[in-house]
């Protein structure tokens, strides 16, 4: 089981955007480093050296006008996913229903977030196939740590700014390029022999009675403990490899040994999540395994169908099909309403959780095997029908320029503009949340569970935003500072205080200038608090002024309250709504379980 795609591609785009961004920095770092050692060096060369310095000065410049630039957005963008998070949280809790029976399927639960718990069962192990290492015992995961000795650089600097370089021997799982360092010659790292690195291997078939955990329930078990070796395995040379029993479990030693390594020396050990712990986790369940709480599931308040079908679930399957652990039922109730036709089409389910959103948009996608639609699309079975879907720029836009995109809406012109929110948004998503997805290692209540993401979701949240306040620092004091603190390095003294007092002075203004900017985003995305701020301003001026000009202000900005207090009395009802619901698939479900009662009776 993979995560969906989409998230993938996000993920790896927030990761790029973040690593480029910390490689210009180190750029520019390295950059005035190798300035400063000209200086020192070449001393007499003072034109070179102020040319050079200056090139530094404008590519500050640059950096700081992107940083100014796309750190105030980011922050509105991910104070809005804020909100967004708050409210999918905040729904999931109300929605999340506790399976009584978890050595079966309920299908009465079918696309609502449950709660399951229970001792985790491996049905495959993980095994380490690079080196044909199979653990004792059941392992839900398996992690390979691999480290060379290797010399590793140490530079540090005094208050002088004089540097001191030492050099030492260690165990490290990252190779550490000697080329690169200051003295190559006499610390020489090899290349690594052989040419095996860390990794975690999950199993493919983790479940809690009957239901599958799917990859990242798998990933969030982190219960590790020391996996012992008891030999070379069979796979390897034992002519190159030496077992070397330690307390943490045993080593693979390969060129050495542990009691007398050289610089190239290679040792393996490896750690182990077993099977048989108490697990707890909330989550959608989607057949007989589970999906992210996604805001798809917590905006809905009402059932729907992209087929005539009815939206209620399938009894006349037999119960032999309902123990099936492969079954899944024909539920049109929740996010996967069409999910018995996929898995019989064979389309994997992430590949149509990640398409959701849009065949929710599009009323035309009929799946049914009318006769209409075999006259029209003859030999094409739904996951073809899906890929066209998928491929077709129709759905690009639905997911890109939708409900949530007015900026493309409004320059669609703008070749530039899709791009750019498009990473916006995917960065907030990424570095904030969007799905829910909860698990223990431990017997926990449902309530704690929450209480828990809720601390970390606010821990998470206040991270991302000091990041932020420090970057627009950062940014304004290259922009604006940098040229000044240029100027003023030529004067003994002043410039070193300069600098330091200047970086401060921009530090504090990105602080100031960013919970601006949160405080304005939090308003503007809570409608009950920015109406609140209207009507208190509104009401203080149109009372308290005494100028024809401030009354008028005051009406006017009362006048404006009427907006969000409409927006927030519309999700006051949308959240009504979204209870009733709940209570309405509760009586189904209720109903769904006296039929299975009375069909296993007959």
Known sequence: ??????????????IVFIVGLTLCLAAVEINEEKHDTVDLQQGANAGESENSSFTAMLLDIVLGTLLVTFTPVFLWFAEAQVVNYETIIRRCQLATRSVKNINKVQRNYESRPVYVKGLTRVER????????????????????IVEMYQWCESVAKDSSGN??????????????????FKEPAHHRNPPRRPAVYSTTMNSEQVLIGAYLLNAIQVNMLQNWEPCPISAVPASLPRELYVYSPKSEGGFLVFGGSLENPHVGTVRI?????????????IAVQQGYTFRPFVEVDAHRTSNYSLTSESHVIDYSASIEDSTNPNFVPKSQIGAWSASADLAEQGMSKDKAIRVEVGMQRDASLQLSESEDYESDHKGQNYADKIDQFVSSDEHERELHCGDHCQCCMACCMCL????????LHQLADWSIGSGIVLLEEEDVTIPDMFRHEWSRFSVRTWVIRVVAYVLLGLGLYMMFFGPVVFVLKFIPYVGWLAEKVLFFAAIVVGFMEGLLITTLASALHRPSL?????????????????????ILAGQIILALS???????????????RFVQYQKKLDLESEGLSESTHLLHTV
Do not use: F
């Not at 089981?1 to 927030?14: A, C, E, G, L, V």
């Not at 015992?137 to 390979?144: M, P, Q, S, T, V």
């Not at 009395?569 to 009504?576: F, G, L």
């Open 530 to 550: 920015l109406a609140a701020y209207l009507i208190v301003v509104g009401t203080a001026l149109w009372l308290g002024a005494h100028t024809a000009g401030w």
């Open 269 to 281: 050990r490896y750690n182990i999540v077993r099977d048989r712990e108490l697990v707890s986790t």
């Open 416 to 423: 530039c503009c899709k791009p750019a929110v498009s990473l």
């Open 562 to 576: 009427v907006l969000p207090v409409g927006v927030w009395i519309y999700q006051w009802v949308e959240e009504w």
């Open 163 to 180: 540097e001191t370089v030492s050099y030492s021997k260690s165990w490290m799982d990252i190779d550490a390029n000697s080329l690169a």
């Open 1 to 14: 089981i993979k995560r969906p795609n989409q998230r993938d591609m996000w993920k790896s785009s927030s």
């Open 125 to 144: 192990d993980a095994v380490d196939m690079e080196l044909g290492y199979h653990a004792h015992g059941k392992a839900a995961r398996l992690e390979r």
